[in-house]
Every structure is written in structure tokens, then in C-alpha cells.
């Protein structure tokens, strides 16, 4: 038998060799679903790339618009035998991309605000502001929440860091402070570290490697001394874990592990589950989702069948490409519909604005819909931090 040949120098033809070429992915693919073109498909790219790098064939605007399509879902991740580490193939790819495609001034734009939490923060209080008056057209985003007023302090000792990122400042304050509320019911205490930036996942997704590691830093810096840091967002979670030194959980999975402490009051109500991908196929945290939200006695939780596979928010996307993102959308807004839902709950920030701009039931966070069930605390009973 021939000796195999060596692996290739290059980390990127060395990622692309890895595949079999079984075409197992393609189910989970949802451009595949789409277009039906092998272009289109995890297998198809891996090839298109691997003949970039090794300059078998020149890059072209067609063949570049098909690495712009994927979603970066990493379904085929989740289905490959092979164990090819999609992500990381990706996040190369469009490296080398951007190299000789330089993005356009609003890719530039957008990443510029997201890696500067307050200025991003401030610009969406003025759109919140300007919402009523703007022409649909430009009504890129769902309209921000009114700010919460403080939080009454609940007294705890801080046992637990939590990333905050860069839009869910203005957008997920709900869910922030239901998280705190769940946890203060634990006996645990949160605080957010000054000095957090932007996960950094959408500057490596869209090739700027340097600035995802510069934000990586950041945020090692600000989490620097904590003991155990929290996330809200799932399409964050993978970032921030590799860039702090402390342990990183998803908020789900962290209360989920606690859940005996919690006690929810009945509900008879029904509501659609949205699951995203970065939770099924990345977190691989559904389970602590289905386990929490089974606690909420008499409780009918819908689950979204993934459609396409992916709802089409893919990060910046949904604004770079919106008819296409709608396209993705649009099966899992009829799922809700049909089921008679009276909210969507997602875990993921990205989506959630995603869906809420075409939805016709409230969205939110799976924790703000257990917050405004939880039983009220016993008097009587102090919470022994876990």
C-alpha cells in the first residue's frame, strides 16, 4: 500500500484535505436546501477553496460569491464523520478573502461600531429615538427598548463575571437583569467587568483576524481575575471562551445545572422555541434549554423545526443581504404562526433581532420568560450561594 502523502504546509489545504468527500453535510446545509447547487454546499466550498489556496483555479466574483453565502451555521460540522473543523476553515478562508477583496465601507463601518461598545450604544439610542419618523427602508434593526432603570441590588456577594457584548448592551438588557434575578435566587451575585468589548466573532466570520484577536485581548484583560464568567448570547460563547482565562458558561447550562433551587409558577400558556444554530450546533447546550423551561409547570414549548436550517442572521448578513436572510426566515415565522404561539423565545441576540423584524408575537430570551415566572422568594428561606 502507497504511504500516504504528507499533510500539505498550507493550515488551510491542510483543514480542506481532512474531507472525505462523503457529502454527508449536505442535508445540513441550509444554502444547499436552498439553491440545490454543490457551489453552495460545505463539500463544495471546502473544494473551491482548497483550489484557491493551492492555485489549481483563480478566485472569481462568482466563486467568491459563494464562500459570502454560507451562513456559518456549522451544521456540517455537527454531521461530519470526518471531524472537519468547518469553523476554523471558514474564519481562513475569508481571511485570505479580505486580503485581496478589501470590504466595503459598510462591513467597515458596521465592525468599527461593534468593537466600540459606547459608541454603538450611543448611535442606537439615537435611532431609538428617530425609529417613528425613518422610512421603512431604513429600518435596518427592530427598535431598541426603552433603558430599564437600576435594578434594586440584591445583595449577594459576586460569584460570577458576565459578558455583556457589544448591540446586546442597548437590546439585551431584559435579559440581563432576568439573569440576575435568576441568580440572585441562587445566592450568586453578577457583575459585568468594565473594560469588555465585542465577542469578536464577526470580525473573524468576515476574514479580520487581527481585529478578533485584539478584541480577544480586550476582553481578557477585563475578565482577568474573575472565577467563572456567564454568557447570554450563544453566537458569542465560543469566542469569549477562548479568550478569557476563567471558565465560560452559558447562562442556560449554568442555571440549568442549579434548577432544583428555582420554582416556577404555573402557566398555561403555549410558546415557540426557536433553537439557534450557534446552540445546536456549536454550544450543544439544548438540553439545559428543554430541562428549564419543562420546569414551568403546565407549560406547552413549541420547538421550531430548523427550516432551512439556520434563520438567516448569520451575524452581519441579515443586514448585507436581507432578501436572502428573509428567504431563510421566512419558514420558521410560519411555524410560529401555525402553531398558535404567544411568543418566541431564541438564546441568541443575533437572531432574536432577526426574527423580531418580521414576527408577530413578542421575542425574547428563553431567561426573561423564566424570570416573570419564578415564585416569589420565601422570606424565610435565605439563599445559600451555590
Known amino acids: 500500500m502507497p504511504a500516504a502523502p504528507p499533510p500539505s504546509p498550507d493550515p488551510l489545504v491542510a483543514l480542506a484535505e481532512r474531507c472525505v468527500r462523503c457529502g454527508l453535510c449536505l ?4 444554502t444547499y436546501a436552498r439553491e440545490r447547487l454543490e457551489a453552495e454546499s460545505p463539500r463544495g466550498r471546502i473544494a473551491l477553496v482548497q483550489a484557491w489556496a493551492t492555485g489549481a483555479v483563480d478566485p472569481t466574483p462568482a466563486g467568491d460569491a459563494h464562500l459570502d453565502h454560507c451562513l456559518g451555521c456549522r451544521g456540517c460540522e455537527a454531521a461530519c464523520p470526518a471531524g472537519v473543523p468547518y469553523g476554523r476553515l471558514l474564519v481562513q478562508a475569508r481571511t485570505g478573502q479580505r486580503r485581496r477583496r478589501p470590504p466595503g465601507w459598510r462591513q467597515r463601518l458596521a465592525e468599527r461600531l461593534m468593537a466600540r461598545p459606547r459608541a454603538l450604544a ?8 428617530a425609529y417613528p ?14 433603558p430599564l432603570p437600576q435594578a434594586p441590588a440584591h445583595g449577594r456577594p459576586v460569584a460570577a463575571a458576565l459578558f455583556v457584548g457589544c448591540a446586546a448592551g442597548p ?27 465585542c465577542c469578536g ?12 484577536a485584539r478584541l480577544a485581548a480586550a476582553n481578557r484583560g477585563a475578565f482577568a481575575g ?30 440549568e445545572r442549579h434548577a432544583e433551587r428555582l420554582r416556577f409558577r404555573p402557566s ?20 439545559p434549554l428543554r430541562r428549564l423551561l419543562a420546569r414551568v409547570p403546565g ?21 448585507a443581504d436581507p432578501v436572502r436572510a428573509a428567504d431563510y426566515r421566512a419558514p420558521l415565522l410560519r411555524q410560529v404562526a401555525e402553531s398558535g404561539a404567544a411568543r418566541l423565545l431564541s438564546a441568541n441576540l443575533g437572531c432574536r433581532l432577526h426574527l423580531a423584524g418580521a414576527a408577530t408575537v413578542p421575542v425574547q430570551h428563553p431567561l426573561e420568560y423564566l424570570a416573570e415566572r419564578l415564585e416569589p422568594a420565601s422570606p424565610d428561606a435565605p439563599a445559600t450561594p451555590v
Open 27 to 30: 442535508p445540513a446545509c441550509p
Open 122 to 129: 450611543a448611535l442606537l439610542a439615537g435611532y431609538r429615538r
Open 133 to 146: 419618523v425613518l422610512p421603512r427602508a431604513w429600518r435596518l434593526l427592530p427598535r431598541p427598548p426603552a
Open 171 to 197: 437590546y439585551e438588557a431584559a435579559a440581563r437583569r432576568a439573569l440576575a434575578t435568576l441568580c440572585a435566587r441562587l445566592g450568586v451575585g453578577l457583575a459585568a467587568p468594565r473594560g469588555q468589548t
Open 201 to 212: 466573532s464577526p470580525h473573524a466570520h468576515a476574514g479580520d483576524a487581527a481585529a478578533a
Open 226 to 255: 474573575a472565577g467563572r464568567v456567564l454568557t447570554l448570547a450563544s453566537g458569542c460563547h465560543e469566542a469569549v471562551a477562548a479568550a478569557v482565562d476563567a471558565p465560560a458558561e452559558d447562562a442556560l447550562a449554568f442555571l
Open 268 to 287: 398555561p400558556e403555549r410558546v415557540a422555541v426557536h433553537l439557534p444554530c450557534t446552540q445546536r450546533n456549536v454550544l450543544r447546550s439544548v438540553t
Open 299 to 319: 407549560l406547552q414549548a413549541v420547538e421550531l423545526d430548523t427550516g432551512y436550517g439556520c434563520c438567516g442572521a448569520a451575524g452581519l448578513q441579515m443586514l
